[in-house]
């Protein structure tokens, strides 16, 4: 069993930026694939972004130059650096973790993934 529990969202002006993080607790957490996810009202959750057990990082299309997902293993942590912020951007952020061990493979589906959060407010006003 692994436990995800997300802080650090908030409100942010558009072009701002604002760092989120995940709490992992549990088993072996390092040995975990990790990502993040965001749904906004009336959407499905979609990708954002993924990092690997060997720090690979993979990204959708809409963040890509703008996000950065790292991982603290010692710290049990995992982040999401959101700069240059937009309004779409507005989302709950879920972080996940799944046990995926093949090499350079992005999971960008829901379902890939095994554990969840309860999810962090990320409101970007215009």
């Known amino acids: 069993q692994v436990r995800l529990v997300e802080s650090g969202g908030g409100l942010v002006q558009a072009g701002g930026s604002l760092r989120i993080s995940c709490a992992l607790s549990g088993r072996i957490v390092n040995n975990y694939y990790l990502g993040w996810f965001r749904q906004a009202p009336g959407e499905e959750r979609e990708f954002v972004s993924a990092i690997s057990r060997e720090g690979e990082t993979f990204y959708a299309e809409s963040v890509k130059g703008r996000f950065t997902i790292s991982r603290d293993n010692p710290k049990n942590t995992l982040y999401l650096q959101m700069n240059s912020l937009k309004p779409e951007d507005t989302a709950t952020y879920y972080c996940?973790?799944?046990?995926?061990?093949?090499?350079?493979?992005?999971?960008?589906?829901?379902?890939?993934?095994?554990?969840w959060g309860q999810g962090t407010q990320v409101t970007v006003s215009s």
């Open positions: 996940a973790a799944a046990w995926i061990t093949r090499y350079y493979y992005a999971a960008r589906e829901v379902s890939e993934y095994d554990y």
